[in-house]
């Protein structure tokens, strides 16, 4: 577990991430976190859970039209 402090910026409370926390969710200066809610609390997240059911959703376009795009391959 790790301890984080908040910090006056400029008008606006924030929380400075250290190197370690921001390696393990592989992000840098520019990258968007993203933040949900929980049972357990709150999740902080270098991808977007949206993605998730976008991507599910190719996946399954792919699998119903397969052999359409194995012919188109050809």
């Known amino acids: 577990m790790t301890t984080l402090k908040l910090t006056q910026i ?14 393990k969710l592989k992000v840098s200066k520019g990258d968007e976190i993203f933040v949900t809610e929980s049972p357990a609390g709150i ?6 859970p949206s993605f998730e059911e976008q991507l599910e959703l190719g996946r399954d376009f792919m699998r119903e039209y397969r052999d359409t795009f194995k012919v188109l391959a050809k």
Do not use: W
């Open 10 to 23: 400029g008008n606006s409370l924030g929380v400075i991430l250290p190197k370690e926390l921001l390696a």
């Open 43 to 48: 999740t902080l997240s270098g991808y977007d």
